[in-house]
C-alpha cells in the first residue's frame, strides 16, 4: 500500500527528493524514518493529511521540508544540505490517528525502504 522511491547517490551538500505514493487508502498521517546500519530506525518528519501539520527530527530540522500532494495521495521527502551521516534506508510509515507522531510503534503501515548514500 506504500510504495517509496527517490533513493540514490549524491555528494555532499546536494539534494533528493523521496516520494511515498499510497495506494488503496488515504491515511490521516504519514512519516518517514531511516535506518542506518548497525542502527536502531528514527523519526525523521511526520504530516498530516487531514489538518494542518508537520514534525521533524531536530537533525533535519531547516534541511529537509516534508510535503504532500492529496490529488496523488503521496508524500514526499525533499532532503537539502545533506550530510553523510544523513546516508540510511528511508521507510515512509502510515497511521490513522490524527495526532502527528514520532514513534515507530505509533505507525501502522511500513512501505519498503529507499537506499540514500551521501559521499563525502
Known amino acids: 500500500q506504500l510504495q517509496a522511491s527517490g533513493g540514490g547517490l549524491v555528494q555532499a551538500g546536494g539534494s533528493l527528493r523521496l516520494s511515498c505514493a499510497a495506494s488503496g487508502r488515504t491515511f490521516n498521517n504519514m512519516g518517514w524514518f531511516r535506518q542506518a546500519p548497525g542502527k536502531e530506525r528514527e523519526f525523521v518528519a511526520a504530516i498530516s493529511w487531514i489538518i494542518t501539520g508537520t514534525a521533524y527530527a531536530d537533525s533535519v530540522k531547516g534541511r529537509f521540508t516534508i510535503s504532500r500532494d492529496n490529488a496523488r495521495n503521496t508524500v514526499y521527502l525533499q532532503m537539502n544540505s545533506l550530510k553523510p551521516e544523513d546516508a540510511a534506508v528511508y521507510y515512509c510509515?502510515?497511521?490513522?490517528?490524527?495526532?502527528?507522531?514520532?514513534?515507530?510503534?505509533?505507525?501502522?503501515?511500513w512501505g519498503q525502504g529507499t537506499q540514500v548514500t551521501v559521499s563525502s
Open positions: 510509515a502510515a497511521r490513522n490517528s490524527l495526532r502527528l507522531a514520532r514513534l515507530r510503534g505509533d505507525y501502522d503501515y
